[in-house]
């Protein structure tokens, strides 16, 4: 159980939150407001409520005190999400932003300097994380995306005032209790990506999770090797044929059930519109790569689904960046959606590629939740303890669990 902003009262209090607004930009300019739209309901409901609102953030990964990675840019962006003027301090520390903060009444919202100007912020070192809760009386975290990183703004801060979780957080961990704390059965898996290696903890985390583990992209490649199909020249770990034996092993002793391509569309080359074709797994031409999955295996998938309840999915089934070669995806992606919309399917998909391929497929509405929160998202998936997280978890004991008496 975890903390929500629902157990305090703010008004009159000034109120640390840290969001995500680690936004991408061009030439000092905002390019894509996303995530700072979706921070945006937290900030406005403790403004309503009258809390002083103190927005901490990191933008980049600078080395020290980088104008490039100066969050003035986000001062904008941020005032049109909520609608209202913020405030701005040129530090997330000390003089500068204790004067900013003072000059805040109640309603207010104070954006602050980017926190990895500090080394220290990354460290988690207590005196850095001390200095932070000096300017405020109580801290919201919403930046499910940082969770998995223990830094002085996300874990040290929990400790030093009553902590709870903000509304992004909190949909963010409610989604991901229904899809796989205790979801309904029968439960499958999309995982895809280029590579075996790099979900290696995923994998053998979701075979004793789910009923159906589907896996698409190059890392399916690497498990039909494994088997001993050819893959011609397709993007392929030959060097984890071990390591995929030993996970199709370990579904079949957890009885999960392995979906892997049936079909492929090959290619000579990886190009726009390259010249392809349907072959059946077991005939992969030898100077051909295999870039997507074929049109009966994205029917066998949605076949699957249909007797599904809940649908986790993280990672493409093809190339879905360049046509034709997106068609296993959309397709699959947009049964899954009008599964949702007829409430027969929870499905809570994330992870980079994921989003862009659920928005190219024209779905991103149409998922139950869709997290913008990469490396968190996978680590969760991992079955790992995210230190943001547990850092707002209510302790037994009673009491609100941050170590002082009230």
Known sequence: MFR?????????????VRADLNVPSKDGKVTDTTRIDRSAATLKELAERGAKVIVLTHFGRPKGREDKYSQKLLVEPLAKAVGKDVAWADDCVGAEAEKVIAGLKDGDIALLENVR????EEKNDPAFAKSLAALGDLYVNDAFSTAHRAHASTEGLAHLLPAAAGRLMQAELEALAKALGTPEKPVAAVVGGAKVSTKLDLLGNLVSRVDYLIIGGGMANTFLFAQGKNVGKSLCEKEMADTARAILEKAKA???HIVLPVDAVVAAEFAENAANEVVSIDAVPADKMILDAGPASAEAIIDRLGGCKTLVWNGPLGAFEINPFDKATNAVAQAAAERTKQGKLL?????????????????DEAFSYISTAGGA???WLEGKTLPGVAALEIKPSGGCGCGHSH
């Open 347 to 363: 499905t809570v998909a994330g992870g980079g590629d994921t989003v862009a391929a659920l928005a190219k497929a024209g779905v």
């Open 4 to 16: 929500t902003i629902d157990a305090f009262d703010v008004k009159g209090k000034r109120v640390l």
């Open 377 to 379: 998202f996978l680590e």
């Open 254 to 256: 957890a009885h999960c």
């Open 117 to 120: 100007f500090h080394p220290e």
